[in-house]
């Protein structure tokens, strides 16, 4: 079965630096888009980043442009999302995302920016 599991959240100081990753395992990691949601206390879950199959094509929120970097190595089944210059909005669950039939999600992982 589909499978996604986070790592790298924790807390980090307003403007520093995170690097998320995503081990995926149970479906063809290499034919899919991959995204990065997240979702604050209070707010909706909202599309952070997406990057095509062979990573050549990467989409972000406006709020994420030019700080935030997507990317992917199939050879590992892994999507990273390296996150700059971080700010107190950043804060917030993040989720890695495939869409296949339906949608699948991993168990998130905080991130927490302190200013």
């Known amino acids: 079965q589909v499978q996604l599991e986070e790592s790298g959240g924790g807390l980090v100081q307003f403007g520093g630096s995170l690097s998320l990753s995503c081990a995926a395992s149970g479906f063809v990691f290499r034919v899919y888009t991959m995204n990065w949601y997240r979702q604050a206390p209070g707010k909706e879950r909202e599309l952070v980043a997406s990057?095509?199959?062979?990573?050549?094509?990467?989409t972000y929120a406006d709020s994420v442009k030019g700080r935030f970097t997507i990317s992917r190595d199939n050879s590992k089944n892994t999507v990273y999302l390296q996150m700059n210059s971080l700010k107190s909005e950043d804060t917030a669950v993040y989720y890695c995302?495939?869409?296949?039939?339906?949608?699948?999600w991993g168990q998130g992982t905080q991130v927490t920016v302190s200013s």
């Open positions: 995302n495939v869409i296949q039939s339906r949608m699948y």
């Open positions: 990057i095509n199959p062979t990573g050549g094509a990467r």
